[in-house]
């Protein structure tokens, strides 16, 4: 499995991001791209402890368990996936803006190392090892890369 916090693997997402124009089309869903890189930036920051998500007991009892398996396995993410309604942009984010945030948190990845990742409680999946971290943030962002072609 490729790992934000490998170089090359962190390279090669960024080059991969660094591909994208503002008028880049979505091959699905309904964001524009930098709806999309600035969606991105979310989940990251749940794992860096930067941005605090209240976790729903009840979802997760039930769910969690399963969807934590899913989303960390080696498959890819399946198109369309409910999202964390804070993980949802309704405005037009400066693309040029979303893009820098995006690529500046995946940078830190390989430069921090897993001292990068400060929460070990995901707000809906619970405990969460590093590595699960690391596999669900690359498998994140590749979904979305793919969405938008690149």
Known sequence: MKSLFNPKDNKDIIDRIEQLTPITLSQWGKMTVSQMLKHCQQPIKVAQGTLKLKSNWLISFF????????LTDSQPLKKDLPTSKEFIINYEPNFEEAKKGLIELVSKFAQEGEAF?????????????????????????DHHLKQFGV
């Open 117 to 141: 990742i400060k929460n070990k409680k995901h707000p809906f999946f619970g405990e969460m090892t590093i590595q699960e971290w690391d596999t669900l943030q690359w498998k994140h962002l």
């Open 63 to 70: 769910f969690a368990r399963s969807a934590k398996k899913q």
